[in-house]
């Protein structure tokens, strides 16, 4: 079952990831105002819950989750820790707008994130020669002088409210993924009535 499922997802991921690759966004904060930011080192990502109470100030830990294979490529989603604790890539750095996945104690990977569009989980791949990623995402702080958020978020596309988590999968292999817009149309096969609303949030490591 679990072959199987990996084997769907790989599929899924290679359908629309390679071409996306090489599409390059010249500034991937236009718009965002003066607090956004294309490049940010060392940090982890977490989910922040829109409309349920939260555990703790900062939302739930996000990792780099498995997403499938084929021969040379492996492709990964962002996923909660929780639903995938086993996760290699734990931290991030943002450079250009490009997010790229590090270890846990800061050994760059050889993934690259790929273009997104609506309805997508967002999605990197592995491989031993990589393309170049896309730059596609930002960070934004929060301005407000009288307390808005403590946490930079981070935006894809352009936006930072566009984020959901969404399961996928089937026990004991449910993953709870970022997916962007999501949709009950999609084709990466989440379950678009399990999706919630979240806020992306970037938490300095140093």
């Known amino acids: 079952m679990f072959a199987l499922a990996l084997s769907s997802l790989a599929l899924t991921a290679v359908s629309y990831a390679l ?3 090489t599409t390059r966004q010249s500034d991937p904060c236009a718009g965002l105002g003066i607090a956004s930011f294309p490049t940010e080192y060392n940090f ?3 989910a922040w819950n829109w409309t349920l109470p939260n555990a703790n100030d900062t939302g739930a830990p ?13 492709f990964g989603v962002l996923s909660t820790w929780a639903t995938y604790s086993y996760a290699d890539w734990t931290t991030f750095s943002l450079i250009d707008g490009a997010l790229i996945p590090y270890s846990a104690d800061g050994a ?3 993934g690259v994130d790929a273009n ?6 967002l999605l990197w791949v592995f491989t031993v020669n990589p393309p170049p990623p896309a730059e596609i995402y930002c ?16 935006a894809v596309n352009g936006s930072t409210d566009g984020f959901s988590l969404c399961l ?15 949709s009950p149309n999609n084709t990466d096969g989440y379950d678009y009535e399990s999706c919630y609303g979240v806020r992306v949030q970037i938490l300095p490591l140093s």
Do not use: K
Not at 116 to 121: A, L, N, R, T
């Open 19 to 21: 071409p996306m690759l």
């Open 44 to 46: 982890t990502l977490a």
């Open 62 to 74: 996000l990792v780099i989750g498995q997403a499938g294979a084929v021969d040379g490529e492996s």
């Open 108 to 110: 760059a990977s050889n």
């Open 116 to 121: 997104i569009f609506s309805g997508e989980e």
């Open 139 to 154: 960070g934004v702080a929060d301005p407000d002088p009288a307390g808005g958020y403590q946490y930079a978020a981070l």
């Open 168 to 182: 996928l999968g089937e026990p004991p292999y449910v993953q709870n993924n970022i997916v962007y817009r999501a």
